[in-house]
Structures are given as C-alpha cells and as structure tokens.
C-alpha cells in the first residue's frame, strides 16, 4: 500500500513539474516584436483575364460512364401481353 501512495506522488511531481517546464517554455520563446509595416498602395488596372468555361465539358480520366439501371418490376399500369 505504502508504494502504490509513493508512485501517485512521484508520478504527479512529474507531472506538476512537465506543466511548469512546459509554461516557462512558452515564456520564453515568446517574442513582443512590432507588427510588419503595411504599405498602402491600390491599383487601378486589372491585369487578371476571365475564367472561360466550357460549354461542353470534358469528363475527366476518372469519371465512371453513366449508365441507367434496368427495369426489373413490371409497372403497375402495363397491360400484360397474353400472345
């Protein structure tokens, strides 16, 4: 009994000083350094080009063929051809 009390002591000692290492690391690796200067220069011109789309587009190499599954089940209103 006394060594389980032990380990439970040790192990939170361990811990208690992992989260105080841990805070002072964050401490210090902290820097107060001024923000970058920001420069405010606007352009009026647009040297960008539209997007031009497609008007039929490509499938791609990986697109599966498109195929409509066969009727199975008789509809409810066909006439039953008797021959």
Do not use: H, W
């Amino acid at each position: 009994m006394a060594s389980n009390t032990l380990t439970r002591r040790i192990s939170t000692a361990v811990g208690g000083a992992a989260v105080i290492a841990m805070i002072g690391f964050t401490a210090a690796c902290s820097t107060d350094s001024e923000p970058p200067e920001q420069s405010t220069t606007t352009t009026t011109e647009s040297s960008l080009t539209p997007t031009e789309k497609s008007l039929k587009p490509a499938p791609g190499p990986f697109t599966p063929p498109v195929t409509a599954p066969q009727q199975t089940v008789r509809a409810p209103n066909q006439a039953i051809d008797r021959g």
